[in-house]
């Protein structure tokens, strides 16, 4: 392992909501050259962390992944991120940290922190991906909002997602659209390609200026980001936010409730929203689900898990009242 921490490879994993960032990392993971302790901090968009139990599974005693709930984890001058970066490299001490941010947050903001005086000796910054569905350039639900363009706008590589689902035109409107907008220099490839392995990460970013960050705290006396949850006595607790033209509502529940699957299948695959994503505890074993705006809903085992919980993100207003009923009639009560 890393004997000082110094001049890290780092790269940023980007995309807009649905885009398949996590999918992506986990096979990037997987193809983790062997030895070498690999580090990952995800940010999400709602108040419940989820992507850190997705990634987690199946991943191997060199993989280390840290998250960063509540939305855009630049904000407040880079605190949360810095914070909890800070902890995983010092934890961790990695060959490679893996920077997932929000798909609704801001990665020029995030590559300006990283690209900060403090950082210049810590972290090598290398390649920016960006994950763009291509049968989404014709939506101007994300064409005209600006994160997504400045997603785009930062990639060293542009990697259409999802590419085994396109139609004709699907790609060529993507190379349209990045010729349009100027960023046809950037290199781009399907998620499809053998290319998405660690060969890919290993090239220099573009450079940024930010502010300063934190200090790099040591594990004992470092500020801790795990949450920890009050239930109240219905054994689940509720969290919304707004923000950039999204909702989104989560739900935790109390270790001891186990769901029906048969049940919570029903529910989860009638929600109609831009991003579904969850982890569930069921009488049939413990479960994790995914589901993008016009894909079908994807089921995968899942080990060991803590709790169940839920996110739902959407342009659109939703009925919470309801799912949460739905939710809760799933549940066996047999347990």
């Known amino acids: 392992m890393p004997t000082q921490l110094a001049h890290i490879p780092t790269n940023i994993v980007t995309g807009f909501l649905g885009a398949g960032k996590t999918t992506v990392i986990r096979r990037l993971l997987e193809n983790k050259p062997d030895g070498e302790r690999w580090a990952v901090l995800v940010n999400e968009f709602g108040e419940i962390g989820i992507d850190g139990s997705l990634l987690s599974q199946g991943s191997s005693e060199d993989i280390f992944i840290r998250e960063v709930p509540g939305g855009c984890m630049c904000c407040a001058a ?47 910054l290398q390649s ?48 349209n659209y990045l010729k349009e907008k100027g960023f046809i220099h950037n290199q781009l490839i399907t998620t499809n390609d053998d290319m ?93 689900y995914n589901k993008a705006e016009g894909t079908v809903l994807d089921e995968m085992p899942a080990i060991e898990l803590e709790d169940s919980r839920i996110e739902i993100i959407s342009s659109t207003a939703f009925n919470a009242d309801d799912i949460e009923e739905r939710l809760t009639r799933a549940l066996d009560t047999s347990y």
């Not at 605190?79 to 490299?89: E, G, R, S, Y």
């Not at 001490?93 to 210049?120: C, N």
């Not at 060969?199 to 004992?220: H, R, V």
Request: one cysteine or more.
């Open 128 to 175: 920016t991906i960006t994950l763009v569905d291509a049968r989404k350039i014709t939506d101007s639900r994300y064409t005209s909002h600006a994160t997504f363009n400045q997603q785009l706008e930062i990639a060293d590589v542009i990697a259409a997602s999802k590419s085994d689902l396109y139609g004709e035109d699907d790609l060529r409107n993507l190379k």
């Open 196 to 288: 998405m392995s660690a060969e890919i990460l290993t090239g220099q970013a573009c450079a940024y200026t930010g502010a300063s960050p934190l200090p790099l705290p040591q594990p004992d006396d470092a500020i801790g980001m795990d949450q920890v949850f009050d239930f109240p006595p219905e054994g689940y607790i509720r969290m919304s936010k707004q923000a950039d033209g999204y909702a989104c509502t989560g739900w935790v529940f109390e270790p001891d409730r186990v769901f029906s699957r048969t049940g919570l299948i029903d529910v989860l695959a009638s929600i109609n929203a831009e991003r579904i994503k969850g982890v569930f505890r069921t009488s049939e074993g413990d479960f994790a």
């Open 78 to 124: 880079g605190l949360p991120m810095q914070m909890a970066m800070n902890l995983l490299l010092a934890r961790a001490k990695p060959h490679r940290l893996l920077i997932e941010p929000s798909g609704l947050g801001h990665p020029l903001e995030v590559m300006q922190v990283l690209s900060s005086e403090y950082y210049d000796e810590l972290l090598d």
